[in-house]
């Protein structure tokens, strides 16, 4: 069965983590190929009535996973599996070696990092989001962060702080860094990359920019305000990293539509100016910005509210559903 949207969630679920749309939601990665094969696209999820959280690849598909954790010497967490810096050709011989199982409502799928050291962000790296906004294009980036307990997973609640009235949404391209890099030159900046993942940025407008002193770090780190996932797809599955559609719907009204070839700032030219002074990590997750489209230059102006329901696609990536709830 692949993972789909509408079944309900047992109440003991976490809802911090998978909230009440489907466990099941669709994993389906918007490209061609329909193989229902596991391959090189890694997520963090929990069974039913454990705890204990695991780390395994699913197919295209999304109908088929294979659990990585169960034995093959391999780490149960995200960033420290990364860290371990094995191969793809060893995960696939250790792949042909294990169980393949059917994805069912007893899987959850957790944000496939849920402790990186670093998460790192860019203002205005595009330029129609610039342009919505009347500013000019930045010469440098903007780089500003999130704490990573602002995370949630690909179908968890995003909550609705009583203290906002202001949340917007951002799609965001994902780069999730695979080994330690200093002073890392431009030319060999994709070499740290290990591979992508969708991010949705949900930021409380009037905390970033009328409140805490023009500071973004309070409107952009509450809890739930970055839904990850649904997995990280490794880089040797993507063939052109800046040609993927990237998509926002609210209640299932198109709000974003664009392309990640549209960064001011590319990849590489990122790590190579972040690990000038900052010592990068694996499982660091750098959010590369947004498209226009955001709620807060729509005229008039949209802000997210309780009941809401997040779609963010990002081509050959995956699918996430997100319900916005309220404040307990």
Same mark, same amino acid.
């Given at each position: 069965m692949a993972l789909r949207i509408g079944l309900p969630l047992r109440k003991n679920y976490a809802k911090l983590v998978f909230g009440d749309i489907s466990p099941l939601q669709s994993i389906r990665f918007?490209?061609?190929?329909?193989?229902?094969?596991?391959?090189?696209?890694?997520?963090?999820f929990l069974r039913k009535n454990d705890?204990?959280?695991? @780390? &395994? *690849? +699913?197919?295209?598909?999304?109908? !088929?996973? /294979?659990?990585?954790?169960?034995?093959?010497?391999?780490?149960?967490?995200?960033?420290?599996?990364?860290?371990?810096?094995?191969?793809?050709?060893?995960?696939?011989?250790?792949?042909?070696?294990?169980?393949?199982?059917?994805m069912t409502d007893s899987h959850i799928l957790l944000p496939p990092l849920v402790n990186p050291q670093k998460i790192i962000c860019i203002g205005l790296n595009f330029k129609d989001h610039c342009e919505e906004q009347n500013k000019p294009a930045p010469t440098e980036p903007m780089f500003f962060s999130k704490f990573n307990t602002a995370l949630t997973g690909?179908?968890?609640?995003?909550?609705?702080?009583?203290?906002?009235?202001?949340?917007?949404?951002?799609?965001? @391209? &994902? *780069? +999730?860094?695979?080994?330690?890099? !200093?002073? /890392?030159?431009?030319?060999?900046a994709m070499d740290y990359v290990f591979g992508y993942?969708?991010?949705?940025?949900?930021?409380?407008r009037d905390w970033q920019k009328s409140r805490n002193g023009g500071q973004f770090l309070i409107g952009k780190s509450m809890d739930t305000f970055l839904p990850l996932g649904p997995a990280i797809v490794h880089k040797s599955l993507i063939k052109d990293v800046y040609d993927l559609k990237m998509r926002t719907l609210i209640n299932g009204v198109e709000k974003q539509n664009h392309f990640t070839g549209d960064?001011?700032?590319?990849i590489d030219d990122v790590i190579h100016r972040l690990s000038q002074s900052i010592t990068l990590k694996p499982?660091?997750?750098?959010?590369?910005?947004?498209?226009?489209? +955001?709620?807060?230059?729509?005229?008039?102006p949209e802000y997210l509210k309780v009941g809401d329901v997040i779609e963010t696609e990002i081509q050959c990536l995956g699918r996430m559903v997100n319900k916005v709830v309220a404040d307990s």
């Open positions: 918007l490209s061609s190929s329909k193989s229902s094969v596991p391959k090189m696209r890694f997520v963090q705890d204990r959280s695991r @780390l &395994g *690849v +699913v197919s295209d598909d999304g109908s !088929k996973l /294979v659990e990585l954790s169960g034995g093959a010497c391999i780490s149960n967490d995200m960033v420290s599996f990364i860290s371990q810096n094995i191969s793809m050709e060893e995960i696939q011989r250790k792949l042909n070696g294990l169980q393949t199982e059917e690909p179908t968890g609640d995003v909550i609705a702080h009583k203290i906002t009235t202001k949340m917007d949404w951002e799609v965001e @391209l &994902g *780069v +999730v860094i695979g080994k330690e890099g !200093k002073k /890392v030159p431009k030319e060999q993942t969708i991010a949705q940025d949900i930021s409380a960064m001011i700032f590319k499982g660091d997750l750098i959010l590369t910005g947004t498209p226009k489209g +955001v709620g807060m230059y729509r005229n008039p």
